[in-house]
């Protein structure tokens, strides 16, 4: 039995039988049926089922962000949007699905020769819950698009999202199991993946359970698309639109009360403008309305269950132990609820939680360096390699810089984020392989080539 819990009322909003190994069984079955039908749709069948499911996300986007909120703890304001994201997901891929996987010409000695994407099958998606509607969709939209199914195993503590959503995708239309939810415990994930009508999986989620999907993907020769997280470098540099980077940096790190992927964890920042980019960062911080995730005014909510904030608050404790510094926070509230204090740290060295590790809550570390070159390697010193921000002015300087970063994203004077419009995905520890824009489609199709005689001669 799972139950979702709001963190803010700790009250059990709902309890969920999980399926049974036989029930398991037949939707798989059945989903595997689905894609039988589903392979044989149009682009513009499949495109007018996910015009549909945007307009339905848009006309119920206030239901759904209450869902949201309630079950994981983000503020009303941010699951608003995250629902529009998944609405625009959908949109672009109903428009350009079909373009990106266009069949393409290749010369050879053949009349004719060419390399086309076809679907392979069963996809199945192992999805965290801290963005319960996008992270669903951006596994699968793309996935389905391409003429393939998708049964998601969503986190346990979100299953009434994952119920929600596919309950969506009925009332747009799409024949039943083409998206299929899964309410089962880790342990039968394997018995998923192992399936033959499984074709591949893709994963959002920590080092740890990548490395076991990973190694039970190839157990039984599926391929998998990992997302695992990040610790990402927020360079500024001295010469910086000051207001405009520290602002945006506060914004990145304390989005859904930092639990996030890919937003900026390490705060790299020349020696020249240290002192007036913490002192800027934790005004902000003190400032900021800590509260009721369902009020218009609350800026950050509480985190999303009780084990991640005892998780941050050891990262944090250790590191103070180690010789780090608290500027303001570094505590949980004392009324028994699940706010930890936005967190200001310095004094961060190598060997503490808090810069070697992903820190999943918020909790903002800044780090001197001496120059730009000094930056890029305090950025490249740490497994992950998920995003990144970079802040100058001197656009030859950041886009060299770029290049020597090693991450999966590089944003100039930007947010790191994920968009529809562009790959989205990491190197190193931070995962392999692609979601979003055309290389996202792309990952679970059968690239088949297909040669043609110029003439046949007896």
Known sequence: MFQSINPYTKAIIFEHTEHTVQEVENLISLTHNAFLKWKTFSFGQRGERFKKLAILLRENKETFATLITTEMGKIISESRAEIEKCAWLCEHYAEHA?????????????????????????????????????????AAVPTMMAGNTFILKHAPNVIGTAKAIEKLFLKAGFPKNTFTNLIIPVSLSEKVIAHPFVEGVTLTGSQKAGSIVAAQAGKYLKKSVLELGGSDPYIVLKDAEFNVSCKTGVCSRFLNAGQVCISAKRFIVEEAVINQFMEEQKRLLENMVLGDPMDEKTEMGPMARPDLLENIEKQVNQSVLMGAKILCGGKRRDDHSLFYEPTLIVNAKKGMPVFDEETFGPVSVVIPAKDAEDAIRIANDTPYGLGASLWTQNMELAEKLAGEIEAGAVFINGMTKSDPRLPFGGTKRSGYGREL??????????????????????
């Open 437 to 458: 824009a055309y290389p996202g489609i792309r990952e679970f199709v059968n690239q088949k080539t297909v040669w043609i005689a110029s003439s046949v001669t007896s």
């Open 98 to 138: 079909a373009s990106m996987l266009q069949p393409e010409i290749f010369e050879t000695d053949a009349g004719k020769s060419y390399l086309r994407f076809d679907p392979v099958g069963i996809i199945y998606g192992i999805m965290p819950w801290n963005f319960p509607f996008w992270q669903a969709f951006r």
